[in-house]
């Protein structure tokens, strides 16, 4: 069934209210964003998660929303305990806390160019990555990796991989708090023990980048960028611990679904009400698998980092790799928002979203408080990233979200065969980025065709006022899964 869509201004549509739905659509897009989404079924899926048991506000989309899981990638919806509010691992997503982490560096692009190569390849060589990559150099008892889950990127840093500065730059400082390792199974277990540390495959990346050019001067300075500066992107996430707490958790909301008498437009929204025992079980587990996520993150930059000193010979001193910020993008969390003049506890999933909290947020790392939560915007690995800051604006109007991202056009399949009979390396290495893949499979998913311009993105962003652009990176040495 088609969608009505009803355009409110130059960056805002609405799906208004009808059916079962307890309330509206809100979709960030232009004219051109739009006229590719009417082909896809995300918006049905907007209009689906607007049907759930006590959300709170509009059920919200993304200018880089796509098909997902239940809820489409891009994807804002915030329920409220009290009102019977509900918790869906559909609106987390199978890779729960895969995020973005950005580091900066005191190098400029051009004194590391001639070792670009050598760079590259001492990255791919210390972080394993592909379908199902494992560490050798990492043995993690069961009873250590409870400890992961609960202790999260603050687990790494005790064990040597990094510092307390890194901890003040990640989101929630790096730990979901009740985490409670007996709700996760022991197959959720083994999946992950060998895994943390590893990049992955699918659209998981490690980039080189240099500040190609700065939107907002002074926030820029804040976050310590300047024009021609080298800095590193990491993305990814849960690996398999996070997909298998995911499955196990699926068949137990459909149940609760029933249970609860939840109607269901699609099964996979399934879901229980965050107050009952299976959705309290699932936000402890879901908080296991995102600490796994932090502690992921925290120990590939460790290895990013021993990369750059064996290939530049140069000392942590020479390079000075901090981390700007650290941030979820598959999360369900209870956060405090302003709804009409009340301050409410919700539970708010961001699946395919980017928290985006404003100047003077006290989750805002001090550093940043002048201008905002760093917010990361990888595109793809053609073209070019953004990094913005969050704004009063999201605040508001999306529950302190934004984007995460350029957001799919093309299936992998599709991308695929639009790489048939290319050479994708030397089409980039023509472009100056060179490239490291676990697969050429997985070059031809990521060509920069598969993925909508992240600057159209972006730009919706910053003119609807949810996020303000600071700077654009351009890509030097990706490193894919």
Excluded at 11 to 21: D, T, Y
Excluded at 242 to 251: E, I, K, N, S
Excluded at 409 to 424: D, F, M, T
Aim: glycine share 10%; aromatic share 6%; charged share 25%.
């Amino acid at each position: 069934m088609a969608v009505k869509v009803e355009r409110i201004d130059a960056c805002r549509w609405r799906i208004p209210k009808e059916g079962a739905m307890r309330t509206e659509g809100l979709v960030f897009a232009s004219e051109a964003l739009m006229r590719v989404l009417e082909k896809e079924q995300a918006l049905e899926q907007v209009r689906n998660v607007a049907t759930l048991p006590g959300i709170v506000g509009p059920s919200i989309a993304m200018p880089d929303i796509h098909w997902g899981y239940g809820f489409p990638i891009g994807g804002v919806a915030a329920f409220d305990p009290d009102e019977d509010g509900v918790v869906s691992p559909g609106g987390v997503g199978y890779d729960i806390n895969c995020g973005v982490r950005l580091l900066r560096s005191a190098l400029s692009a051009e004194e590391i160019r001639p070792q670009l190569g050598r760079l590259a390849d001492r990255i791919f060589h210390n972080v394993p990555s592909g379908v199902g990559s494992q560490r050798r150099d990492l043995k993690l008892s069961v009873h250590e990796e409870r400890k992961v889950l609960q202790q999260g990127a603050r687990w790494a840093v005790e064990h040597g991989f990094g510092s307390e500065e890194d901890l003040r730059h990640i989101e929630e400082g790096g730990v979901i708090p009740g985490a409670d390792p007996e709700l996760v199974s022991d197959r959720a277990l083994e999946r992950g023990r060998a895994q943390l540390g590893t990049l992955g495959s699918g659209n998981h990346f490690i980039e080189v980048q240099m500040v190609e050019e700065i939107g907002d001067a002074a926030a820029a300075e804040a976050l310590g960028l300047f024009p021609g500066q080298v800095t590193v992107t990491i993305h990814t996430g849960s690996r398999g611990f996070g997909y298998q707490v995911c499955d196990d958790y699926l068949r137990m909301m459909l149940a609760a679904s029933r249970k609860y008498g939840i109607e269901l437009p699609d099964r996979q929204l399934c879901c229980a009400p965050l107050l009952s025992p299976e959705g309290r079980q699932y936000l402890h587990a879901m908080a296991c698998a995102a600490n796994f996520a932090f502690a992921n993150r925290q120990l590939i930059t460790a290895w990013v980092r021993e990369s750059f000193e064996q290939a530049l010979e140069k000392g942590p001193g020479e390079l000075r790799l901090s981390v700007i910020y650290d941030v979820c993008h598959n999360i369900a969390k209870y956060e405090t928002h302003k709804v009409g003049k009340k301050l409410r506890q919700l539970c708010v999933h961001r699946k395919g979203a980017t928290r985006a909290f404003p100047p003077g947020h006290p989750e805002t790392p001090e550093l940043y408080r002048k201008v905002g939560q760093p917010v990361l915007i990888p595109g793809d690995m053609g073209r070019y990233s953004y990094v913005l800051v969050g704004t009063q604006g999201a605040f508001e109007e999306t529950f302190g979200s934004t984007c995460h991202g350029a957001g799919r056009v093309l299936s992998r399949h599709a991308s695929k065969k639009e790489a048939r009979g290319r050479n994708i390396e030397a089409e980039m290495a023509a472009r100056g980025i060179i490239i490291r893949a676990a697969s050429r499979a997985t070059v031809a998913e990521e060509i920069s065709e598969a993925y909508k311009d992240v600057m159209e993105v972006v730009n919706v962003v910053q003119q609807a006022g949810i996020g303000k652009i600071v700077a654009r990176l351009k890509p030097m040495a990706v490193i894919k899964g």
